[in-house]
């Protein structure tokens, strides 16, 4: 699957933005979709994950009650909304999907097999 991510930019603390992750030659449904961001001299880490359930949404402590994630099987397009944005949030943003279909809940990046290009949310104080 081919996955492209958008949204990114820059905006002021307590601000909020929306990224999409558009997937392309196989359908997200039956798929573990994640989001995940990377900050300059820091590894990869875990943001928000959806299961291929019905309301398994899944997150990294530090968006717990920030961020919300959704996804539009019909448009084959998974959603984070980022809302009160702080500047430690600044990194590049990057969707991806699971190896395994029907797989379970995972924020392990090894887990997924299908990385989007990266979308770069800045946060100034």
């Known amino acids: 699957v081919q996955l492209q991510a958008s949204g990114g930019g820059s905006v002021q603390a307590g601000g909020s933005l929306r990224l999409s992750c558009q997937a392309s030659g196989r359908t997200i449904s039956s798929y573990v979709m994640g989001w995940f961001r990377q900050a300059p001299g820091k590894e990869r880490e875990f943001v928000s994950g959806?299961?291929?359930?019905?309301?398994?949404?899944y997150y990294a402590d530090f968006v717990k009650g920030r961020f919300t994630i959704s996804r539009d099987n019909a448009k084959n397009t998974v959603y984070l909304q980022m809302n009160s944005l702080k500047p430690e949030d600044t990194a590049v943003y990057y969707c991806?999907?699971?190896?395994?279909?029907?797989?379970?809940?995972?924020?392990?990046?090894?887990?997924?097999?299908?990385w989007g290009q990266g979308t770069l949310v800045t946060v100034s104080s």
């Open positions: 991806a999907a699971a190896r395994s279909l029907y797989g379970p809940l995972t924020r392990n990046t090894a887990d997924f097999g299908s």
């Open positions: 959806d299961s291929w359930r019905v309301t398994s949404a």
